[in-house]
């Protein structure tokens, strides 16, 4: 793969950051501030699988549209910085509140890795594309 990203790529990637971000917005804004962190959580790992889905269906098959809506759409709509903001901002709020605070972080990490696990499986079922489940590094 080029370590060089054509103009339109850069521009179908930025775009559809803007539709991710802005669907993630949508749904978050209603959202009471108290349960903003576990809002989060569900975003992301609904993102995670979405993910999945979008590398394990389309592959190396269609490069673009893999950039709109993985690195684009998927990569606008999750948000890492909200998530360490939220478990940060939760255990300051309350240094007790450390046991719900790791069982908020162990959720993101472990919950998201396995949404993209199914999302990936999913996905190649969708394409009808056997076999094994692509390097990691190949799914940004």
Do not use: C, K
């Amino acid at each position: 793969m080029s370590s060089v990203v054509s103009v339109r790529t850069l521009g179908l990637v930025i775009a559809g950051g803007a539709v991710g971000a802005l669907a993630r917005e949508m749904l978050l804004v209603p959202v009471d501030a108290r349960s903003l962190p576990w809002a989060t959580l569900a975003v992301n790992i609904a993102g995670s699988l979405l993910l999945g889905v979008v590398v394990g269906w389309l592959d190396d098959r269609h490069p673009q549209a893999r950039a709109f809506l993985g690195t684009g759409v998927m990569g606008g709509f999750t948000t890492y910085s909200a998530f360490a903001v939220a478990s940060a901002a939760f255990i300051g709020a309350d240094p007790g509140a450390l046991g719900p605070a790791a069982l908020l972080i162990a959720a993101s990490v472990l919950g998201g890795i396995l949404a993209a696990f199914v999302g990936l499986v999913i996905g190649r079922r969708i394409a009808d594309v056997p076999g094994e489940l692509e390097d990691p590094e190949d799914a940004r």
